[in-house]
């Protein structure tokens, strides 16, 4: 048994798979969960006034019902450890499922079971007549196969239809009697996924689905002489698949995982603690509970900050997962992934090829690289006897310090200080105050959380201290009197030369990337990768793991308080505007109110979230070693949308156009910041 959440009480989870050898999970399938219940039907014993042996006979009543996610997972939560339960399904006309079930207290008690719907897909060479169709292990781009399901003969008339996914660079045909015909327009290695689906609807209104999956090889298309007039129809250039490519799932997967979103979510089940699961991790429960006992002066903004933390710890790491909560979150689309890859991927294939690249023990190979050379005490037992030396190590959180550098360019931290300012009834430097005007009354629920985060100033990161980072990691400055004048040790200052560099030859890139008549050349593009990764890592010591850590631990707390109704009262923002993040409006209210930037918080928001996954990618691959082009050419088309949406961002915040064919601007942002200021200011 494993623990689990503290407020889910005792927990019956499982998966329900395919028996035979597809093992594939069954989604969508409705499992219920009995209790044990004793029923009396024989005279009781004279003496005690008990029922005789033999008089008591046990019965089941249906408790609960759930429907399987994608993964063939069910849960069953606050169950009474003093019952007997069992789990039952049917799908396809079978029935499955496991009985004699107890629970511990604050444990999970795990009710794997099976149905033998015995799915396997089988490759044939494709002919009209079905007696002329061979068994196929390897295909040919340019020509088709057939693709047939096996099952379970039972099962049979239960099936409503019959539906194959190969993923990009296929096209599908149905055919009768479960078959289809996939075509092949470029060679690699395909997966083939198999879906049968119940013919019968359950109570919870889905139909049952069988998942059965094929890895399949596709070779060259077979030269072939023709002759007469041809017409010819040009495609990209191919590269070759690379192992690196998993660490950029988990990249996404991760950054996605610590967005405002899931981390909202997160912490409105904090807040509603009685009713909702929370972590999952029992001690980490136990701390928020106690925490939650005391919501009255600074004990909720304690709260949340600890929330904020225990978050961040629990969704640290490299790895590939759905979302925490089944409610929404999907961190994980295997279409969009698919095409991205540019093949046909789900999130098992992902996870295994991340293991694979990472090894055993598993590591990332940068860091395997640095620890060899620098600290071989590590690899030898050692520090790593020491689980906090060892766990940054191993287990380095996702997190980029130029997203809290973004955030606040674009006045997400200053936004919460004029707030908590006029809650403490100070006015602001200089003659004109804005807020003093304000009435407080709509702060009043949201109280507390700002008395207690003004009464922690002295634990939070300083603007000043924030600064020396930015310049320590990017060689990037801040301007205002909260930042004052600044004497780095240590500066970054060929950071955003090589960044910008990088990103100016990525454009190139794609234009060439573009026109099939050219094929585009990628070293230069692993030459410019090769040298943002050595400055990165120059300024990879000292606070490089905790102070990003912290900082954004700190922000993502101002922009819940940022995001309450309260707040949103307070400032009268607007409704209109098609912000991604509840936070966001109040931002550019404040922006407004104050004089401050009119560039939409959006666009620094864009900037610190693709600037992150960006630089995490360049970071944390080992492309110091890396000699061919192609890991150069997947890595670009792999990360296009988010360094698209990058070179937008930049050029809407600082009027600089990053794809510029004749310079690339190295100037630090907060001067081009501070320029179009002063042009708005002179405008008024």
Same mark, same amino acid.
């Given at each position: ?95 499955? %499922? ?42 040919? &781009? ?62 919870? %209104? ?5 998942? &059965? ?128 890859? =540019? ?99 709509? #702060? ?57 560099? #990088? ?17 585009? =050349? ?40 940022? &995001? ?60 110091? =070693? ?35 064919? =004749? ?22």
């Amino acid at each position: 048994m494993e623990r689990s959440g503290r407020h889910e009480g005792n927990v019956i989870c499982g998966r329900v798979t395919d028996g035979g050898e597809s093992k594939g999970p069954i989604r969508n399938l409705e499992v219920r969960l009995f209790v044990q219940s004793a029923l009396s039907t024989g005279a009781k014993d004279a003496d005690e006034g008990k029922p005789q042996k033999g008089a008591l006979k046990t019965d089941y009543r249906e408790h609960n019902k759930v429907l399987t996610d994608e993964d063939g997972r069910f849960r069953f939560s606050h169950l009474d450890e003093n019952a007997t339960y069992k789990v039952e399904a049917t799908a396809f006309g079978l029935t499955g %499922g496991a009985s004699d079930l107890k629970v511990a207290e604050g444990c999970e008690t795990a009710a794997n079971f099976t149905l033998p719907l015995n799915l396997a897909l089988t490759t044939l060479t494709c002919a009209d007549d079905e007696a002329e169709r061979q068994p196929c292990t390897m295909g040919r &781009a340019g020509s088709s196969i057939i693709v047939h399901l096996e099952s379970n003969g039972a099962i049979t008339n239960q099936i409503a239809k019959f539906d194959v996914n190969a993923g990009r660079g296929t096209s599908v045909v149905d055919l009768p009697d479960h078959d289809a015909q996939v075509r092949f327009t470029r060679p690699g290695r395909a997966r083939i996924e198999g879906l049968i689906t119940d013919r019968n609807r359950n109570s919870l %209104g889905g139909f049952a689905q069988g998942v &059965a999956h094929r890895d399949f090889a596709v070779a060259e298309p077979d030269v072939n002489m023709i002759g007469g007039q041809l017409g010819v129809a040009l495609q990209r250039t191919a590269a070759h698949h690379t192992l690196d490519q998993a660490l950029w799932v988990a990249i996404r997967n991760r950054t996605r995982a610590i967005s405002f979103g899931p981390y909202r979510d997160f912490i409105d089940r904090v807040l509603q603690a009685e009713d909702r699961a929370i972590s999952g991790i029992a001690q980490f429960d136990r701390r928020l509970q106690d925490l939650g006992a005391n919501l009255h002066g600074v004990g909720s903004y304690q709260l949340l900050k600890t929330a904020t933390e225990v978050f961040l710890l629990l969704e640290c790491g490299v790895r590939v997962a759905r979302g925490r909560f089944e409610n929404h979150h999907h961190l994980f689309n295997k279409e969009e992934e698919s095409a991205r890859l =540019d093949e046909f991927v789900d999130l098992d294939f992902v996870g295994n090829k991340l293991r694979e690249y990472l090894g055993q023990p598993p590591q990332l190979p940068y860091i395997t690289r640095v620890v060899e050379a620098s600290f071989p005490e590590l690899s030898h037992g050692g520090l790593c006897c020491d689980r906090v030396v060892s766990c940054k190590i191993n287990e380095p959180c996702l997190i980029e310090l130029i997203w809290s550098y973004w955030h606040e360019e674009g006045m997400l931290a200053q936004s919460m200080n004029a707030i908590n300012r006029r809650f403490q009834n100070v006015r602001a430097p200089g003659d004109r105050d804005p807020l003093a005007h304000f009435e407080l009354d709509p #702060l009043r629920r949201v109280g507390n959380l700002l008395w207690g985060q003004i009464q922690d100033e002295l634990n939070l990161l300083s603007v000043k201290r924030r600064a020396y980072e930015y310049s320590h990691h990017y060689g990037l400055s801040l301007y205002g009197r909260a930042a004052g004048s600044m004497r780095p040790a240590d500066n970054r200052s060929k950071f955003l030369e090589a960044f910008h560099n #990088l990103l100016h030859l990525t454009s190139i890139f794609y234009k060439e990337d573009n026109d099939t008549t050219v094929i585009a =050349d990628g070293f230069p593009l692993l030459n410019a990768l090769k040298e943002v990764h050595l400055i990165l890592a120059q300024g990879a010591h000292n606070q490089f793991g905790d102070l990003p850590w912290t900082a954004r631990a700190e922000m993502m707390t101002q922009q819940y308080i940022l &995001a309450r109704p309260e707040i949103r009262e307070f400032l009268q923002s607007r409704h209109m505007v098609p912000y991604k993040e509840a936070w966001m409006p109040q931002v550019d209210t404040m922006k407004t109110l104050q004089g401050w930037s009119d560039v939409t918080i959006t666009h620094f928001r864009d900037l610190g979230v693709y600037g992150e996954q960006v630089l995490l990618s360049v970071r944390y691959g080992d492309w110091i =070693d890396v000699t061919d082009e192609d890991s150069a050419k997947n890595w670009a088309r792999y990360w296009r949308p988010e360094i698209q949406q990058y070179l937008h961002a930049y050029r809407a915040v600082t009027g600089v156009d990053l794809t510029n064919p =004749d310079t690339v601007d190295a100037t630090v942002p907060a001067v081009h910041l501070q320029k179009r200021l002063a042009v708005q200011q002179r405008a008024r």
